[in-house]
């Protein structure tokens, strides 16, 4: 199955990076929408539900990826206003079809 990642003119050289294929996960810090991340078990303002919340949060990145490469909206806000680049990824050959080996630890940086 091929996806798109939309990017904008800044992000290509840093995509194709020293002949490698650089992929950004998205910290949750970056979300455009703040709620994105929260959950229905989670959806009651306790402390114990917001500090969960927290932990997750701060621990969370993903990469955002479209069925439709020609999406007008994420060409909007993810390709520089329709001035960016959308490039397609085949997930079978980048190794994204299985879900448990989607799920990358990575240190913080």
């Given at each position: 199955m091929i996806l798109y990642k939309y990017i904008d003119n800044a992000s290509l050289d840093r995509f194709f990076k020293d002949g490698y294929i650089s992929i950004k996960f998205t910290p949750h810090s970056e979300f455009n929408?703040?709620?994105?991340?929260?959950g229905y078990a989670l959806d009651d303002a306790s402390i114990e539900s917001l500090t969960m919340r927290h932990e997750i949060n701060k621990n969370l990145a993903c990469l955002c990826l479209s069925k439709n490469p020609l999406n007008v909206l994420m060409?909007?806000?993810?390709?520089?206003k329709h001035q960016g680049f959308v490039v397609a990824i085949d997930i079978e050959k980048a190794g994204y079809d299985d879900e448990a080996k989607c799920l990358i630890e990575s240190p913080r940086v």
């Open positions: 929408d703040p709620f994105e991340s929260y060409w909007s806000h993810y390709a520089e």
